[in-house]
């Protein structure tokens, strides 16, 4: 039987885990042409990820953006989450510029990172255009975890006894 590209990924993960990174990087590199596909490379992306190797995940990352493939948001909330686990949190907006220069459309979790990003970098008017920016994004209804987020951002800058308290009670409306 022939693997799909989905197997090839599995494979790339069970091979971090077991073996090790460098069984994984063998297996991809091992792999045929027409096996290095978006999902295969978003699976050594996120071994890369989850051993905080950002070098590496950084060159990965231009590898597969000359390669030419279709890239979804699951490839750069990979790199954003990587950025996030290390502290360099100022790489992340350039990621999410990425994506919009790409026209890839971000996903819940990519909305999640950036506003956990803004917050943990006390950026208060960046969470709240993020927050606004999914508001009007279609897909994305009003949630508890857009009031939980933006209540993390108040408390954590210290700003939740001086805020208006209007963006806290339209999310809580929607609850």
Known sequence: FELSDSDYAVCIDLMTKVFGIDAA???FEGLPPSAKTCETYTALLHSYAASKLTEKAEDLFDRIKESNLSLSALTYNELMTLYMS???LEKIPFIAEEM???KVAPDLFTYNLLVSSSAAGLNIDE???IL???RIQSGFSDSWLRYVN???VYISSGHL???DFNSLVE???GI
């Open 25 to 27: 990087e063998r297996y």
């Open 86 to 88: 290390v502290g360099q």
């Open 100 to 102: 919009k220069r790409q």
């Open 127 to 129: 969470a709240r255009h």
């Open 132 to 134: 606004d920016e999914m």
């Open 150 to 152: 933006l209540v993390k």
């Open 161 to 163: 006894v001086n805020c």
């Open 171 to 173: 999310s809580e409306k």
